[in-house]
């Protein structure tokens, strides 16, 4: 039997994209003569449809849509996500369309309801071993935890969390069954090293349930802040039949592959090499910037480029982005998806080296600007500058020191006395990076594009951010990562990706560069070590440990008091820095997990504070 999966690009209620990803992943099934051709999880609405799954209208129109598509489907099995709903509640359901008849709905049992999921608010379980009949548009149809058959072989679902649930999942029944075929439509999350952990759970459930399993995953930053990687996997016997190239630029990604149930391969162990997560890293971000850019309808990206770790980052992710992109997609497909070239510069550009139309294309999308004042170095400043003429950044330079002046003197005006850096060190600090907003924003406005906020996860933590200032964009793309993989990351992009500009932001210690210079301001003199910073944050909320816990847990790593002044410093400024939280700019899930509250980490923004827990650190 041939078998295929593709994993679609798709957005969530944008029709004409979807049911066009839909029909080309069909035609594609039907010219490689494919048996089953499994699409992802929702792949009709898109995943990320949210509150929108209670309005009974969306179902309706996924239905209708359902129609158009089976029409599409003579002489293959096609297995296609929407969502059904039944007497006001809704179910997450795969259809089976066989040669153009709808032969059922198999029904999500398990729902994803941790880290960034919350899928209970729209949907609900189906009960294992039970199906049911709905009518629709004149016809009835059944429902449930079907088990289908084509070619004497018997086949059915697990829907992406169904497969994740150990000892309880639907594969546990089937194979009583005489389930020989598995198939898993899913939407699952990208986060970095999570494809191991993906894969082993194919190849061990082929093995475990002797069965062929084909998996397959939605594709791209669907609706914002989740990256999905496209993975397709088929097993069978604990033996890998195909696997995919992961995080592709492509609208879909179609890959099939022909398997023998009549000998079918013997059981084997079989080992993965760890993956790298700085190449993870980077294709999940560049794919997640060129999405969002196009799907956000802009013309580029603007970014306040300041020389530091952080914007120097996002500066090599836009170039990354348009190298990869380049290398998968021709450039007229690059230009059509971007709108950013007219038909006479794609004309002039296919006769240049592939470099130079890379820097050409970055000029197009990344506009800098260094915004300097007395306090900023030249090392920053030429750390800023190398970056982005070697990417072919447009790179304006300017200063602030007269916006900075006029808001001081209006407010000592006001207050009827002098500022100094010795009673108003904060304020101080934090006009120099508000007043840097309005002028980027202006560059951003004029050019219809995207304002990169350059913020990571653990200035966010701990509140190490002047809101309004540097925080201010429309995306901000690095907050879901913390400075001590930044920093390493750099250093491994200027060694393996070969960008040489990175040399300058690679031998500078990270600051702000708020204070006069010769306080010789330092992020970690402000804070603490980023390690230390990065360890008591997953301790206290990735692994839910009390302030007592993190503490016994690092003992040994410092000195016994100064790891309590660190462990209370990052607790005191987690707790009064939750309002900054609320109010970053869209961010992009990348490690297992993040602090942003409309995703991964809910807390108070009144609270406690942790004094009493704090004060008894011992």
């Known amino acids: 039997m041939k078998l295929a999966g593709a994993a679609l690009n798709q957005t969530p209620l944008d029709w004409d994209n979807n049911l066009r990803n839909i029909k080309t992943a069909i035609e594609q099934a039907k010219e490689q003569n494919v048996d089953i051709l499994c699409l992802p999880e929702m792949s009709i609405p898109g995943y990320g449809c949210e509150d929108l799954f209670l309005s009974e209208w969306v179902s309706v129109e996924c239905f209708e849509r359902l129609l158009e598509i089976k029409e599409w489907c003579e002489g293959v099995i096609v297995c296609v996500g929407l969502p059904i709903r039944l007497n006001n509640t809704t179910y997450n359901c795969a259809c089976v369309i066989k040669d153009k ?19 209970p608010r729209w949907f609900s379980s189906w009960i294992p071993d039970s199906v049911a009949e709905f009518e629709a548009m004149g016809k009835t149809y059944p429902i449930g935890d079907i088990i289908y058959e084509h070619q004497g072989i018997k086949f059915a679902f697990e829907i992406c969390e169904d497969a994740w649930r150990n000892e309880n999942r639907p594969a546990y029944r089937h194979k009583p069954k005489g389930v020989q075929l598995i198939i898993n439509p899913s939407a699952s999350h990208f986060a970095m090293s999570k494809t191991d952990v993906r894969y082993h759970l194919v190849v061990d459930a082929s093995r475990q349930f002797e069965c062929t399993y084909l998996y397959v995953n939605l594709l791209g930053n669907e609706a914002g802040k989740m990256i999905y990687d496209g993975e397709i996997i088929i097993a069978q016997n604990g033996n890998l039949v195909l696997r995919n190239q992961l995080l592709s630029f492509k609208s879909v990604d179609f890959e099939c592959a022909e398997v023998s149930f009549e000998t079918p391969l013997p059981p084997v162990e079989m080992d993965l090499l760890p993956v790298d997560e700085n190449v993870e890293f980077i294709s999940a971000i560049s794919l997640a910037l060129f999405d969002y850019l196009r799907k956000s309808r802009s013309r580029g990206f603007v970014l306040s480029l300041s020389g530091g770790a952080d914007s120097s980052l996002c500066a090599v992710a836009v170039a990354e982005m348009v190298r ?35 820097n050409l294309l970055v000029g197009k999308l990344l506009i800098t600007a ?15 500058e190398e970056l982005a003429k070697s990417i072919g950044a447009v790179f304006f330079n300017w200063t602030i020191d007269e916006e900075v002046k006029s808001y001081r003197g209006k407010i000592e005006h006001a207050i009827g006395r002098s500022l100094t850096w010795e009673h108003d060190d904060l304020t101080l600090q934090n006009i120099q990076a508000r007043v840097r907003a309005p002028g980027i924003w202006m560059l951003a406005n004029l050019n219809n594009s995207l304002l990169l906020a350059t913020s990571n996860r653990s200035e966010a933590s701990v509140g190490y951010a002047t809101m309004d200032g540097d925080t201010a964009g429309s995306i901000s793309p690095i907050a879901g990562v913390d400075k001590a993989f930044i920093r390493q990351w750099l250093v491994w992009a200027q060694q393996q990706l070969g960008y040489e500009g990175l040399q300058y932001v690679n031998n500078l210690q990270p600051s702000a560069e708020l204070r006069p210079l010769e306080n010789t301001q330092t992020d970690e ?19 839910r440990l009390s302030p007592q816990q993190v503490f016994e847990k690092l003992k040994g790593t410092y000195p016994d008091e100064q790891l309590r002044q660190f462990v209370q410093r990052f607790y005191s400024l987690w707790s009064r820095n939750q309002w900054k939280r609320e109010r970053y700019a869209p961010a992009f899930h990348l490690d297992d997990y993040n602090v942003d509250p409309r995703s991964w980490l809910r807390f108070p923004i009144l609270s406690g504070g942790f004094r009493e827990e704090l004060s008894e650190l011992r």
Do not use: W
């Open 101 to 119: 008849e709808i032969l059922g709905f198999t029904a999500k049992q398990f729902l994803a309801n941790d880290g960034v999921h919350y899928e």
């Open 324 to 358: 990869r992109a380049l290398e998968e997609i021709d450039l007229e497909e690059f230009a059509r998806k971007t709108n950013c070239l007219t038909p006479n510069e794609i004309s002039d550009y296919k006769q240049l080296p592939i470099n130079e139309v890379r």
């Open 370 to 384: 260094y915004q300097g004042t007395v306090n900023s170095s030249d090392d920053t400043y030429r750390s800023a």
């Open 525 to 543: 003199e402000d804070l603490m070590p980023y390690p230390l910073l990065n360890q008591i944050e997953r301790l206290a909320f990735y692994d």
